[in-house]
């Protein structure tokens, strides 16, 4: 048996609508997360318990809960384990990488070493320097701590990135990702993870796809204030990335559907993209940003059939353990055969601010109290319901819902975790570049 679970971060469900209409698969219509964003939303889809449970959301980004993980599943079943991830959070510093065998990422992991030249934070501090920096760069890496080897090679991706030149540098990983599917030689049972970035900011994808330059959006500063860059340009630039992360998954699903027996494709979290005067992921429990698309493929099974039914995350990671026949505890359901009709309320779930993002809004003058404060959706069928910087938000009816809301929140046993994950100066450079500090 083969399955592939892939993660098309930040992906809102209207824009998979609009650009992914050639992926073939079950089509879930009202697919939620358990959170807003990707450390909390990943740790349910992996562990099948709310990111509260396991102790893994703002603050405690370290994936140490004592829950199994899929990965560790799998590979305790005796299938190979791999992954392929672009995103700076489902890395190794934060433990994600826990049960792969191969835990390969893009040129963002690969600048996360101590022992590499932090080329991100000498470009944004010499910016204004001219070309004569590089040399003095050069002088660094040569007679510095560092790995030369690396340092160079690390700098010249780069570079080369800037120039819209090279075969793996041109976007945020999805290239990468294309040439690690297509090289590795996949057994008979294997289990793949992969994330791809191309929807996250900065919305730059290759000069070819843009039809606006891509703009300065910090979400947090945007909502508390307004964006400082023109609203439709920031909706444009998205759908851009959209489109070419769309084209670029075409080429990885066509790779995949030859390998492997099901292909589960999903987002972690959608995007605000100025509804409710909100931006990004990191302000709240917005629908944009909570409703994610989710599609089921199998091989021999073409049928590409829209299911209503209101689904979560936890269901995902209960599906992936019944496709392989693995025990393993979820607060989800299976997905496939006779288990469809059974619906559950389910929450999604704001637990505030990072120590990172309070610490820069509070040094900018910001009044961070509303937006570092638990906060939960309520998600029903042809219901959500959530707590909201203004008040408690509803799309449909329901009775009684913030009585639901407490009554599922005192049926979790809470993990709580003290002191956040100690990271090097170059995963800071990475989490600030990508908006996460």
């Known amino acids: 048996m083969k399955v592939a679970l892939v993660v098309l971060d930040t992906l809102r469900k209207?824009?998979?609508?609009?650009?992914?209409?050639?992926?073939?698969?079950?089509?879930?219509?009202?697919?939620?997360?358990?959170?807003?964003?990707?450390?909390?939303?990943?740790?349910?889809?992996?562990?099948?318990?709310?990111?509260?449970?396991?102790?893994?959301?703002?603050?405690?980004?370290l994936l140490d809960c004592e829950e199994r993980v899929l990965a560790e599943s799998f590979r305790d079943a005796g299938y190979s384990t791999r992954a392929f991830s672009a995103n700076v959070n489902i890395s190794r510093p934060f433990d994600f990488h826990r049960g792969f065998d191969v835990f390969e990422g893009s040129w963002r992991l690969q600048a996360l070493s101590e022992s590499v030249f932090d080329w991100d934070n000498f470009i944004a501090e010499?910016?204004?320097?001219?070309?004569?920096?590089?040399?003095?760069?050069?002088?660094?890496?040569?007679?510095?701590?560092?790995?030369?080897?690396?340092?160079?090679?690390?700098?010249?991706?780069?570079?080369?990135?800037?120039?819209?030149?090279?075969?793996?540098?041109?976007?945020?990983?999805?290239?990468?990702?294309?040439?690690?599917?297509?090289?590795?030689?996949?057994?008979?049972?294997?289990?793949?993870?992969?994330?791809?970035?191309?929807?996250?900011?900065?919305?730059?994808?290759?000069?070819?796809?843009?039809?606006?330059?891509?703009?300065?959006?910090?979400?947090?500063?945007?909502?508390?204030?307004?964006?400082?860059?023109?609203?439709?340009?920031?909706?444009?630039?998205?759908?851009?990335?959209?489109r070419y992360l769309s084209d670029m998954y075409r080429a990885i699903f066509a790779e995949l559907r030859e390998e492997f027996d099901y292909v589960i494709t999903l987002s972690d979290h959608g995007e605000a993209l100025g509804e409710y005067d909100a931006w990004e992921h990191l302000c709240g429990l917005y629908p944009e940003v909570t409703r994610v698309p989710l599609s089921i493929w199998s091989a021999g099974d073409e049928l590409d059939d829209a299911r209503e039914e209101t689904v979560s995350l936890l269901d995902v990671h209960a599906t992936a353990l019944d496709i392989a026949d693995l025990d393993g505890e979820s607060r989800g359901r299976c997905l496939l055969g006779h288990h469809r009709t059974e619906v559950r309320e389910r929450l999604a779930e704001y637990h505030g601010l990072t120590d990172r993002h309070r610490l820069s809004l509070a040094r900018d003058g910001f009044d961070t109290d509303r937006l570092d404060r638990e906060m939960h959706a309520l998600i029903a069928a042809d219901y959500y319901g959530w707590d909201a910087l203004d008040g408690f938000h509803e799309l449909g009816e329901i009775d009684k819902p913030r009585e639901r809301i407490e009554s599922l929140v005192n049926e979790l046993e809470m993990r709580v975790v003290e002191n956040d994950v100690a990271v090097s100066e170059a995963v800071e450079a990475q989490l600030r570049d990508l908006g996460y500090a």
Not at 20 to 38: C, I, K, M, V
Not at 218 to 228: C, D, H
Request: hydrophobic share 35%.
């Open 14 to 61: 209207d824009a998979f609508d609009d650009h992914f209409d050639w992926l073939p698969g079950q089509r879930f219509e009202n697919a939620y997360s358990t959170s807003h964003w990707t450390v909390p939303a990943h740790a349910s889809l992996f562990a099948g318990k709310y990111a509260s449970e396991l102790g893994v959301y703002a603050g405690a980004q």
């Open 126 to 242: 010499t910016r204004e320097q001219g070309a004569e920096r590089y040399l003095y760069a050069l002088h660094e890496v040569l007679t510095g701590d560092c790995d030369t080897v690396s340092s160079l090679k690390r700098g010249a991706l780069l570079k080369l990135r800037d120039l819209g030149w090279g075969t793996t540098t041109r976007d945020d990983g999805a290239t990468e990702a294309l040439q690690f599917v297509c090289e590795t030689e996949f057994g008979d049972d294997e289990f793949l993870f992969v994330n791809l970035m191309e929807a996250h900011t900065p919305y730059a994808p290759p000069e070819e796809y843009r039809t606006v330059e891509p703009p300065e959006l910090n979400g947090l500063r945007a909502t508390l204030e307004g964006p400082t860059d023109d609203p439709e340009t920031i909706r444009r630039a998205y759908d851009d990335s959209v």
